[in-house]
């Protein structure tokens, strides 16, 4: 039966290199949190806008409607 190779590294060294990697994976993180904050941010923009644009129209058709109705009782 054939044995599985294994390699024996230095605890510090390893420990070192894992820290590395931890850091490089906190940055990636970080960077990924960044890119996707600033999607979201314009998404909530492009929201906002159609949100006011709607309610612009809607406050436009109430007032067009109940004008006519004042100028009729102030003459």
């Known amino acids: ?3 599985i190779p294994t390699v024996i590294t230095p605890s510090k060294d390893f420990k070192r290199l ?7 994976d906190e940055t990636v ?3 990924n ?9 314009k998404a909530g ?7 006011g ?3 612009g129209f809607i406050i436009m058709m109430v007032i067009g ?3 006519p109705i004042f ?5």
């Not at 894992?18 to 490089?24: A, G, H, S, T, V």
């Not at 923009?45 to 949100?51: F, M």
């Open 33 to 41: 949190a960044e890119v996707i904050q600033r999607l979201g941010k």
């Open 65 to 67: 409607k109940i004008l």
């Open 18 to 24: 894992q820290e590395k990697l931890n850091d490089i």
């Open 45 to 51: 923009r492009d929201v906002g806008i159609v949100y």
């Open 1 to 3: 039966m054939t044995e």
């Open 53 to 55: 644009f709607m309610i």
């Open 71 to 75: 100028q009729y009782y102030l003459k």
């Open 29 to 31: 993180e970080n960077t």
